[in-house]
Nanobody, 119 residues
């Protein structure tokens, strides 16, 4: 069973920055796509950013230009640098890793780390 542990959340003022990190219990080479999702109270879980094993990134329109996702294969971590934070970014941020074995996909999730953007 893959274990994912997120860290780096907290309270930050609008315009501030945070860096989230997700540590995996096994090599992230084993996963085809890794990324971050978020879920605010009363809202559906939404994709924030993903990165493939080839390094291809994908971002939600709402975070493009502000957030940067990266993966460190040596440390087995996936980081999310968040700049110019807005109150709408407030949510629980969850790490996800996905393995694709056509025709099936396998997903593992972390417990989440809370990000609150407020003055």
């Amino acid at each position: 069973q893959v274990q994912l542990v997120e860290s780096g959340g907290g309270l930050v003022q609008p315009g501030g920055s945070l860096r989230l990190s997700c540590a995996a219990s096994e090599s992230i080479f084993n996963f085809d796509i890794v990324g971050w999702y978020r879920q605010a109270p009363g809202r559906q879980r939404e994709l924030v950013a993903t990165i493939t094993s080839a390094g291809r990134t994908n971002y939600a329109d709402s975070v493009k230009g502000r957030f940067t996702i990266s993966r460190d294969n040596a440390k087995n971590t996936v980081d999310l640098q968040m700049n110019s934070l807005k109150p709408d970014d407030t949510a629980a941020y969850l790490c996800n890793v996905r393995r694709i074995q056509f025709p099936r996909t396998y997903d593992w999730w972390g417990q989440g780390t809370q990000v609150t953007v407020s003055s």
